[in-house]
């Protein structure tokens, strides 16, 4: 990135300020959204009808909620009066304004706190990212507003933005009537919150030696009398905040910045929110950039170092009863049991990893009855999609032999080919790779039949009785559990020593080795993604990704679970301390090497959503949302 030289921007205290009654002489209501990076906003027409007078108390804790009730009390009638005068008695903007000045959370939907766990040392100790980031070369942070929390966010923050856009025209209805500073002064709810994450922000972002700089320009105290006056100058702030931004932020953010400069300087309270927006979003993606950043360059420490936090990770959890350990040792065993029962071409003689290859195996099969154990709720995303696989190989299974069949009906026998090229043409029927795969029976039967006759050499495409035969049978085979079982047990005899052998070869080596081995490199921007070396058949795509989970999993818990008896934690794991097992705070104890600045930003799904980042909190430990593109 290259460096821009500070401009000598002069600190408000020290300067004449400037007198921007654009508030004040604004009398449009509601948002006029232009932009697509700005937050939605509800739809008029789909707005239910509020009460103007109800109250809903946030659900964000605010250190203005102790004074909420008497404020309320005091500014009430004055508030309702300015609403009605701005909008219309009982409009929809007139209830819109009351319902989200008086009911949205009171802190902006980014805060120093949602982005903590973006610092380096909540992705040191972050347990799912420390996992994850083994399986995935573009892993890294983006913000998540997907499913029904997503939507919850997202309505969140769109009252959140309305509530600060009335609060801006209640401050501007306040001025033109020449109200006192103290009446304005009762009548603010968010705003000062909003500089005061600004700036708390901004000084985590920013080097030390620009800090004093954002306490002068950002002085809660100091704005909020201007704007009690009526001479705050909106835009002389955000120009300062640009030049700011622009020279510790990646060079593409600078549109995002440049737009939020230009929505605030057309003045009205809903442009000034609009940008707004704009400035957290290019705050979200600036920090996104740093921890983006530090995952790139600490992956290598952080995989090397994967078994021994994972341990001490899990023995903490142990201490305070997480895990069902006796669920999990008795899954084990019954695997090395029923080892027993499946006939194999030759025996490997380590039996303990077998018998837990075996018993994972086994649970991935559809319609296994065998649970997991919740030592593996760090894969358990992995598992789902390996599960999946799974079914289609063995419905892939199904219908090859449904081909064989098919031909020798004609007198033929079916080859190989014919086989590889069938399975060629279903995968453009049922859409590998979309979720889920369509397994339609009818364009599978029609591809059956015509594979079946150009391998008995006729010239017909199609033959309905053929067609009608291979309908039947698909549809049996599919929907009764016993055939796919049949099946399944067929393929898991077929696939077990080449797993078997592939685990044992990768079982001595570093986790940073298995990485490098398994996992394919990804593609550079901006070349054509040609077909590389590493895409291989599905089936033993899925070997080598079981392999992965394998080798890691039981180099993991196979001394602190599955084969240990004793009791006592301390003695669980070899690196943790005799004398106490050690808390999350004192897991890790990497040495970080001291990171090069960012040449180019890591690739975010920011520029998509801005201003939308949350970190989400897991059923186990605190876990920001990763997702890779």
């Known amino acids: ?28 209501a509601g948002l006029d959204i232009t932009h697509e990076e700005s937050w939605p906003r509800h739809d008029c027409a789909n707005m239910p009808n509020l009460s103007t007078t109800g109250r809903c108390p946030s659900r964000d804790p605010s250190p203005h909620s102790d004074l909420s009730s ?21 409009s929809i903007e007139h209830k819109q304004a009351v319902h989200y000045f008086t009911s949205a959370t009171l802190d902006p939907p980014i805060t120093k706190k949602s982005l903590g766990e973006l610092d380096i040392s909540s992705i040191i100790n972050n347990s799912k990212l420390r996992h994850d980031v083994n399986f995935d070369r573009e892993l890294h942070f983006r913000p998540n507003m997907d499913g029904p929390k997503g939507r919850a966010k997202r309505e ?54 620009d800090q ?70 290019v705050l979200e993606a600036m920090k996104l950039d740093v921890a983006n950043h530090q995952i790139r360059h600490l992956r290598a420490l952080l995989i090397e170092d994967t078994i021994n936090f994972e341990q001490k990770y899990h023995v903490s959890r142990m201490s305070r009863k997480r895990y069902d350990i006796q669920h999990a040792r008795s899954w084990y065993l019954d695997g090395k049991e029923n080892l027993e029962r499946i006939p194999l071409t030759a025996s490997w003689p380590n039996r303990d990893v077998e018998g837990f290859v075996s018993a994972l195996y086994q649970s991935l099969l559809p319609g296994s009855a065998i649970t997991l154990p919740d030592t593996f709720n760090l894969d358990l995303d992995r598992l789902r999609l390996l599960r999946l696989d799974l079914d289609a190989l063995i419905r892939e299974s199904i219908c090859c032999d449904l081909l064989e069949q098919m031909v020798r009906k004609k007198g033929r026998f079916c080859s190989a080919t014919a086989k590889a090229a069938f399975r060629q043409d279903l995968q453009v029927i049922i859409c590998e790779g979309r979720n889920p795969i369509k397994w339609d029976i009818q364009s599978i039967s029609v591809e059956l039949t015509r594979h079946a006759l150009r391998e008995c050499g006729v010239t017909a495409k199609t033959d309905a009785s053929l067609t009608r035969f291979a309908d039947h049978e698909l549809s049996k085979a ?48 901006g070349m054509i993604p040609l077909p590389p070396p590493f895409k291989i058949d599905r089936k033993l795509d899925v070997l080598q990704r079981i392999t992965h989970i394998a080798v890691l999993h039981w180099r993991i818990w196979e001394n602190i679970v599955y084969n240990n008896d004793d009791h006592q934690l301390d003695s669980l794991c070899p690196s943790s301390a005799p004398s106490r097992t050690p808390s999350p705070s004192h897991i890790v104890d990497l040495k970080l090497p001291v990171l090069p600045p960012p040449t180019e930003p890591p690739v975010t799904d920011i520029e998509a959503s801005p201003g939308t980042a949350e970190t989400e909190v897991d059923s186990n430990e605190k876990s920001t949302i990763l997702k890779s593109v």
């Not at 700011?244 to 737009?259: I, N, S």
């Not at 077929?494 to 996992?519: G, Q, R, T």
């Open 478 to 525: 599919f929907s009764n559990p016993s055939i796919r079982a049949t099946f399944a047990t067929s393929h898991k005899c077929a696939v077990s020593k080449e797993l078997f052998a592939s685990v044992e070869s990768l079982l001595s080596n570093s986790p940073w080795d298995i990485f490098n081995y398994l996992v394919p490199p990804t593609i550079p921007s």
């Open 1 to 28: 990135m290259t460096e821009q030289p500070a401009d000598d921007t002069t600190p408000r205290a020290q300067r004449g300020v400037q007198v921007n009654r654009s508030i004040a002489t604004s009398g449009q």
């Open 156 to 209: 969140a923050h769109t009252g959140y933005w309305y509530a600060i856009t009335a609060e801006l025209d209640l401050y501007g209805w306040m001025l033109q009537r020449s109200a006192s500073a103290e009446m304005i002064k009762l009548c603010q709810k968010r705003i000062p919150t909003m500089f005061d994450t600004i700036s708390d922000i901004l000084k985590n972002l920013v080097p030390e030696r």
């Open 70 to 90: 008497q404020r309320d009390e005091n500014t009430e009638p004055l508030v309702m009066q300015a609403f009605r005068e701005l909008h219309g008695k009982d």
């Open 212 to 281: 004093p700089d954002v306490d002068q320009h950002l002085d809660r105290v100091m704005v909020m009398q201007e704007i009690e006056k009526g001479v705050c100058d909106f835009v002389t702030i955000t120009e300062w905040l640009a030049k700011l931004l622009k020279r510790h932020c990646a060079p593409m953010r600078d549109d995002m910045v440049d737009r939020m400069v230009e929505k605030i300087r057309r003045g009205t309270s809903q442009w000034i929110s609009d940008g707004l927006v704009d400035l957290f979003g």
